[in-house]
Each structure stands twice: as C-alpha cells, then as structure tokens.
C-alpha cells in the first residue's frame, strides 16, 4: 500500500489556490477541537458567523470547515471551540501496515509527500496577526496585574496569550467521548486536560505532558543539535504532537510523534524542541483517519474569561453550548443559580449582553471568585475600549438555591453546572438537593416558555429527580458530554404549563 494509504476526500482535501497566490486569496482548511457532544453547536456557530459548513470528525470533539485565509481574525473569536489548527491533510482510510517498523517508516515517507506549502503560509499569517495583537495588549493592560494578563483580550483573538505551560491542552479530544482499549498515556492525559478547572490541576497536567513528550522525542531533539551553526536566517524550532485513537495500532503515541518528527527535521531542517517551539505540528490518528495539521492557538481558547479559578470551573466553550442550546432571546433573564466561578453567567453577558443575567451561589467562597472574575471582565472592557465602559448586565447573589429570592414566573432561561457529587457535595446529598432544586426551579420558571440547560454526571439521580418533577419539567433534548474524563450529559428541559407549588407561606 502507498505510504498515504486512501488519499483523503474530507474538506481537507482539496488545499485550494496555488502556492504563488498572495495571502488574501489562500484558502485554509481549519481543525478545531470542541467540547465533545457540542459538535453540531460549533458547526452552527461557524455557518453564523463565518458562512462555512463544517463536517464533524468521527473522532469526537473535532470539526473542520474552510474559509478564506484573511478570515483567521474571526475564526480565532469563535466562543465554542477550544483549540485551532490548520489542516496540511486528511487521509479518511489510512492503511497501515501491521509490523510496528513497517508502519513507522510509512509516516515517515509521508511527510516528504504533504503539501506543506499552503498550511506554512497560513501559519506565518497566523504569526503575524498575533504579534500585532501582543504589540496593541501589551500597550493596553500594563496598568493591569499580572494575572489578569492570562486571560487580558481572549475573546478577540486567543493566540494573543502567551503561556508556556499550554501543553495542557495537547492532549485533548485523543478520543472523544469513552476511551478506547489501544490508548497510551494520553488517555490518562486527556482526562486531565479536558478538565481545566483548577490551577493545581493544572500544573501536573502540564509536567505530565512535557515528560511524555520527552520521553517521545528524545532522539529528535539529540538529532536537531547539530543544527545550530547552519546558516544565518533563523531556524525554527518545533515539536509534533500526537494524539492517538483506537487499538488496531502496532506502535505507540510517542513512537509516531518520535519518527514523524525525525522525518519533519530532515525535510525542513528545523531543531526540535519540547518547550520552546515555534511550529506545534499535530499528528491526529483516530483508528484509521489521520489528520496532519500545524496549531494555530497557543493556549486553548476556554480560558478567555476566567481569572480566579475554583475546584470545578468549567469550561468557557462548555459554558457557551449550553447557553446556545437554550436560544437566548433579547430581554431574557437568565439565571444560574449554583454558578461556582461565575463561567455560564460571564460567558452569557459576553456573546448575550442585551439579556439580564443573574448569577448565584450558597458558598461565599464561590461568590467571591465569580465576583472577581467578574472585575477582571469590566476591567478587560474598559481596556478595549479606552473610554469609560457601560458595564455589563450580570449581577451575583449568594442565595440558598432551595430557596430563592426571585418572583414565581419571573425567569426565562436557568442554565447551570449542578454538583456532580464528586470534587463537590456528595452523590447522597444529590437525592434530596435534585428534586428540591427542580422544584424551586420549575417556581422561579416561566409557565410554558421558560426553559434550563442543567450538566450533571449524576445521570442516575437526575432521571429520578426529574421524573418526580414530569408535572413542571419536559426532557427535550440530552447532550451527552465529556467533563474532565467524566461522562456527563447535559439536558435541556422545557416548562409546562402546570403551576408549581409554593409551599412556603411567606412566598
């Protein structure tokens, strides 16, 4: 078999115009990663915004759509997807040979075969529009303190950021939803990273990825060594990444990003290097699709609004499908009643600032956090606009979510995280604090038109709960998701007609 195997006939494969063609006219086929389950949602999104369709990747938690290459500014302020690459190839029905050598070298004959040409330039126009962002950010937030900056302009363009520690994400989506039996350590890896909740996380997600890279690309990096005296034009440092899916595979993750990049240092004569790089080039093997694509984000585009994270942040694209499935209208109010750092509420008044939003929570810990990402958000506004900003319509409350301080039938939308019982609660406290939440709930809801979005893994003790509440609540639709490794599914619910008790007098 051809080293290439079944040449793709995805989008990717077409690479649209020639290599003499100036950057306006270039064509990019982009990759992006999403939460998985929220797949159709970032489609939709893309068709919005950017008029092109998208087609959905087997490998869950993955789309790819093409635009224009002058597009990128637009495509980087996407709200629903985490991490951006541009397609070098797709090969939709890769063969590889069953003997681990004889499969290793074939990735290594292939890269002298990739159209490299296109996907490099969309990278370098990539690269120059985040150096400008970097110039305009630094001038705007050096009055801001430093842990502001992280985050400082992520809904313009995420590549702005810069951290070195973003191998966090590297990782993500090698699966999708349930893992498969033939995966290595990135299983373990993905699990981590999907998560992105808490700092402390966060730092041995990241020690964990770099020893794993490392230990996939040592003999690449001794290799690359002798390149340093060549010539006077700067040579470009990278790594390749590989994410790998399925069990028919007679070698390992780090063995083809091992051989891989031995070959992509020869053809290009770049130096390898695990932390420093210039060039992230992704190798995507999800059983018998590859993808061969070069990143184009830095730092996973879902840290855009948190500042102060909490024992279970959520995702902000996370937080962005759910708010989309529940079609927000202008003059809607919509509650989060158990809002944690404040992630659905802030994302909400960010892409849905002609609704109101109301965040609360039970724990004085958690309102003070969703308080100061809330700050660092108005500060972010007033340094984008350089004049005074009008703010934005969220408001936070620590309130008793089994009780309410809100009208019966004043609410439109109620869109929150509810405690999985793991990191917090307990799946005992999950019987009693589910139907009472519901109820309360179904009270402060709209008659008819109201709806809620509610994540929960607590699958078990929400089917219960609900069907208690049949009377107020209807299942709509269920999103099956995957939340820092944990399967977890996200409903959305409609409101009857039915009145719900007010069984307190005072009400």
């Given amino acids: 078999a051809e080293a290439a195997g079944g040449a793709g006939t995805g989008p990717a494969a077409g690479q649209g115009p020639g290599p003499g063609e100036e950057g306006a006219e270039l064509a990019a086929v982009i990759g992006a990663t999403v939460p998985t389950g929220f797949e159709l949602t970032a489609a939709a999104e893309v068709q919005e915004k950017l008029g092109s369709a998208s087609s959905i990747s087997r490998d869950r938690g993955k789309i790819y759509f093409q635009v224009p290459a002058r597009s990128l500014p637009q495509v980087h302020r996407l709200r629903s997807v985490d991490n951006l690459f541009v397609v070098v190839q797709e090969f939709k029905d890769y063969q590889f040979k069953e003997n681990k050598e004889d499969a290793l070298k074939d990735l290594e004959d292939l890269v002298k075969k990739l159209p490299w040409t296109d996907p490099l330039k969309v990278w370098e126009l990539n690269n120059s529009l985040k150096k400008k962002k970097t110039k305009r950010k630094k001038y705007n937030v050096q009055r801001t303190a430093s842990k502001e900056k992280l985050n400082d302009d992520g809904e313009e363009e995420g590549t702005a950021q810069k951290d070195t520690n973003k191998q966090e994400d590297c990782a993500q989506n090698a699966a999708g939803g349930e893992p498969a039996s033939g995966q290595d350590t990135e299983e373990a890896k993905r699990a981590a990273s999907r998560n992105g909740e808490e700092e402390e996380e966060d730092d041995n997600e990241q020690s964990d990825a770099k020893d794993d890279l490392q230990a996939g ?195 439109d939308v109620i869109v929150t995280d509810m405690p ?88």
């Fill in 217 to 411: 690309s040592g003999s690449e990096t001794k290799a690359g060594d002798g390149e340093r005296g060549e010539g006077e034009a700067k040579v470009l440092k990278f790594r390749v990444t590989c994410n790998r899916a399925g069990d028919k595979h007679s070698f390992t993750s780090n063995e083809a990003a091992r051989d891989f990049g031995g070959a992509v240092q020869e053809h290009f004569q770049w130096k390898a290097d695990m932390t420093n790089f210039d060039v992230e080039v992704l190798l995507n093997i999800h059983n018998n699709e590859v993808v061969v694509g070069i990143a184009l984000t830095e730092e996973s585009l879902h840290r855009r609004n948190i500042t102060h994270f909490g024992p279970t942040t959520l995702r902000s694209t996370l937080a962005y499908g759910m708010l989309r499935l529940c079609d927000p209208q202008p003059t809607d109010i919509i509650v989060d009643p158990m809002c944690g750092t404040g992630a659905i509420p802030i994302e909400g008044a960010t892409e849905w600032p002609s609704c109101y939003h109301i965040a609360g929570d039970n724990n004085p810990q958690a309102v003070k956090r969703a308080a100061n990402n809330i700050c660092s958000l108005l500060k972010k506004n007033e340094n984008k606009e350089s004049s005074s900003s009008p703010g934005v319509p969220l408001d936070i409350i620590q309130w008793d979510i089994c009780n309410l301080p809100l009208r019966t039938g004043s609410v």
């Fill in 420 to 507: 999985f019982g793991k990191r917090i609660g307990s799946k005992k406290k999950n019987w009693d604090l589910y139907p009472a939440c519901l109820m309360e709930m179904g009270r402060i809801c709209t008659p008819g038109t109201g709806r809620a979005v509610l994540l929960t893994q607590d699958k078990k003790c929400f089917a219960r709960a609900l069907s208690r509440m049949g009377h107020i609540w209807r299942k709509a639709q269920t999103v099956w998701v995957n939340v820092g490794g944990l399967h977890a599914a996200v409903y959305l619910l409609k409101r009857t007609w039915e009145r719900a008790e007010e069984k307190r007098s005072f009400w």
